[in-house]
């Protein structure tokens, strides 16, 4: 069973906003107070995209097939999986945080542990995959300490 001792930092995040926030108390009753918020412009693929998807010939014949276009969607939070991830490793190489929980989408949660280098990940106590950036602080704490309770 893990518990979000004093001075834990929990990371909010899924693919284009993101909370930190650190425990001011115990495990028994946590009290997390955000400290940063990150947030990243995504419109969806359609406003981002510039051409028609394109077309090539495939080969003597009269047919042609199409070719997928570049996700820009996914691209961007995949990027912004990255720039948490070095904003972590920059946080804790400064010894700002002793351990960290993760919460975000399966998806998300997968980009972000890609991400992470060694010295943020060997302080990892527990990943919550599950999209909590639109829930009130206190429904954050109550659901963070089951699912690691939980674990």
Do not use: C
Request: aromatic residues 6%; negative net charge.
């Amino acid at each position: 069973m893990t518990t979000l001792k004093h001075g834990t930092w929990v990371l909010i995040a899924d693919g284009e906003k993101a909370l930190f926030l650190e425990n001011r108390t115990d495990g028994e009753d946590p009290f997390l107070n955000v400290f940063r918020e990150e947030e990243q412009e995504n419109p969806p693929n359609r406003e981002q995209a510039a051409n028609r998807r394109g077309r090539f010939n495939d080969g003597p014949s009269v047919h042609r097939s199409a070719v997928d276009d570049t996700d820009w969607h996914a691209l961007q939070k995949e990027r912004f999986a990255a720039d948490l991830a070095d904003i972590l490793y920059k946080k804790a190489h400064k010894g700002l945080f002793d351990s960290i929980v993760l919460v975000a989408p399966p998806n998300t949660l997968g980009e972000l542990r890609d991400q992470l280098h060694q010295e943020v990940t060997q302080r990892v106590i527990g990943e919550v995959p599950k999209t909590l950036t639109n829930h009130p602080v206190d429904e954050i704490e109550k659901i963070v300490q089951t699912e690691l309770a939980a674990a």
